[in-house]
Nanobody
Framework: VQLQASGGGLVQAGGSLRLSCAAS????????MGWFRQAPGKEHEYVAA????????YYGDSVKGRFTISRDNAKNTVSLQMNGLKPEDTAVYYC?????????????????RGQGTLVTVSS
């Protein structure tokens, strides 16, 4: 599975962005998908995850109520709608795919990881 994230950019605090991740392969629905982010000098931080069928969604505490993860299995895409952005949301955002819906908060649980897209939130 190859993953390509897009949609990053510069936005003012309080604004919104929508990230997308396009996946290759014919078994996309068999993978749980996650979004992580990494700020300079920091570890990967869990943002959100979604089950293969899109029924179950999970969020990190820092983004609950502001971010929404969704997927379109017909188009092999997963999205992250980010509202109410804060300067502390500034990071490179990565999408990742996991064969098992288990321990999705952990970066190491994912089998495939895409290149990131930079989100910068100005104050």
């Amino acid at each position: 599975v190859q993953l390509q994230a897009s949609g990053g950019g510069l936005v003012q605090a309080g604004g919104s962005l929508r990230l997308s991740c396009a996946a290759s392969g014919r078994t996309f629905s068999g993978y749980s998908m996650g979004w992580f982010r990494q700020a300079p000098g920091k570890e990967h931080e869990y943002v959100a995850a979604i089950s293969g069928g899109g029924i179950r969604t999970y969020y990190g505490d820092s983004v609950k109520g502001r971010f929404t993860i969704s997927r379109d299995n017909a188009k092999n895409t997963v999205s992250l709608q980010m509202n109410g952005l804060k300067p502390e949301d500034t990071a490179v955002y990565y999408c990742a795919a996991a064969r098992k819906e288990y321990s999705l908060k952990n970066w190491g649980s994912y089998d495939y990881r895409g290149q990131g897209t930079l989100v910068t939130v100005s104050s």
